[in-house]
């Protein structure tokens, strides 16, 4: 691919005000691929809080508006953004708790929000990681740059102007933004403490593209790479839904046209070896691959979902909605990677996504002089 050229995968800003503009369904529409019902997800439960969380679209990033309905959502978060609007590829936006002001001594864990391509911040703010922030105080930072180096320096400057734990950095993010981290932390997993990847199955290597005017260096997934995070051990989640736009499950499902010239290679081999890369990053042992019609015919809805094994099933009901839980489970009986698919869902990142990241990552940290992982 040349570098210079512009490759689109997302929604502009303009693109989901006009999908908004259309109602909830026009947007499901948008992100489903030929089999989704977007006015059943539109009129459901989950529907219904995904139009209520995109109200912030309606506020302006800098507004006061904005700035107070952050403060009074649940425990408050306190909201700044940072850099020239005109520069928009280097804006990025802060949240720390409220709490911070009664004991300016406490130390908060920071989450790194990744957005995905072409999304605006204020996108972002309906993911559910700020919402999930403010009731479990931590801090937030969404950045417009999501390139590794600039995560890098961001983490420096919250580290010396935010009340910042730092054995408990965590990176989330939806679309191109669990496309970015899960390279970023596969880069230097010494840093992140978990890694919540929604509607991008991803961990191999990308040539170097540009972005709606953002440039992405080459990435090269290496075996030392590897080798170092399933070492260090990560913690992930991966969350997909059944009917996204992108193909993604079940596994060995392949999307149309000629994927693999794309930023990302979604072919059915690429996304089983992402698979089984974050396997091994969590201490298991690469699948044994079946064809399609053993996962198909499997009694285990989970398995049929997917189109992969797991050594460990469950079935869950959130809003009416099912969630297919598969837990890649090691020697020593931990999970440290979980799969979860979403019934009917398109591409778009659920009321209970965050919560699902949260609850899997949440509960580790990481040693800050030796990169060792922390059961908390």
């Known amino acids: 691919m040349d570098e210079k050229k512009e490759v689109k995968m997302g929604l502009t800003e303009e693109d989901v005000r006009r999908e908004q503009d259309a109602g909830p369904a026009g947007l499901f529409r948008a992100m489903g691929d030929s089999l989704a019902d977007a006015d059943a997800i539109a009129a459901s439960e989950d529907g219904r809080a995904i139009a209520e969380r995109m109200a912030v679209m309606a506020m302006d990033e800098d507004s006061e508006q904005s700035k107070a309905y952050w403060r009074g959502y649940e425990k408050g978060l306190i909201k700044e953004t940072h850099g020239d609007r005109a520069d928009r590829l280097n804006r990025w936006a802060s949240y720390v708790p409220v ?68 054995s408990r950095v965590y990176s989330i993010g939806y679309s191109f933004g669990g496309f970015m981290t899960s390279r970023n932390v596969l880069a230097r997993p010494e840093l992140f403490a978990g890694a919540g990847m929604g509607g991008m199955l991803f961990a191999g290597d990308v040539r170097a593209h540009e972005l709606d005017g953002q440039f992405y260096p080459e990435y090269r997934l290496t075996e030392e790479m590897l080798r170092r995070a399933e070492a260090l051990e990560v913690p992930a989640l991966l969350f997909m839904g059944e009917r996204e736009m992108l193909c993604l499950e079940p596994l060995h499902r392949e999307p149309e046209g000629d994927v693999r010239d794309g930023v990302i290679d979604l072919s059915a081999e690429a996304k089983r070896r ?30 049929r979902s997917v189109g992969a094994e797991f050594e460990r099933t469950e079935v869950r009901v959130e809003r009416g909605r099912k969630y297919f839980v598969g837990d ?42 030796t990169g060792q992982l922390i059961r908390l």
Request: hydrophobic fraction near 40%; glycine fraction near 8%.
């Open 328 to 369: 890649s489970v090691n020697d020593r009986g931990e999970c440290l990677f979980r799969t979860v698919s979403c019934e009917g869902m398109v591409h778009w990142p659920t009321p209970s996504y965050a919560e699902l990241a949260w609850e899997q990552i949440g509960k580790y940290a990481r040693d800050v002089k």
């Open 99 to 166: 709490a911070y002001e009664a004991a300016p001594g406490r130390r908060f864990p920071l989450i790194f929000c990744l957005h995905g391509a072409h999304n605006p911040i204020q996108l972002a703010e309906s993911y559910g990681v700020m919402q999930l922030a403010a009731r479990e105080e931590c801090i937030v930072i969404a950045p417009e740059n999501e390139n590794l180096d600039n995560i890098l320096a961001l983490l420096d400057y919250a580290k010396e102007h935010y009340p910042v734990d730092g």
């Open 274 to 303: 992402a698979f089984d890369n974050w396997r091994r990053v969590g201490g298991c042992g690469a699948s044994e691959w079946k064809p399609a019609e053993f996962y198909a015919a499997s009694a285990d809805p989970v398995v």
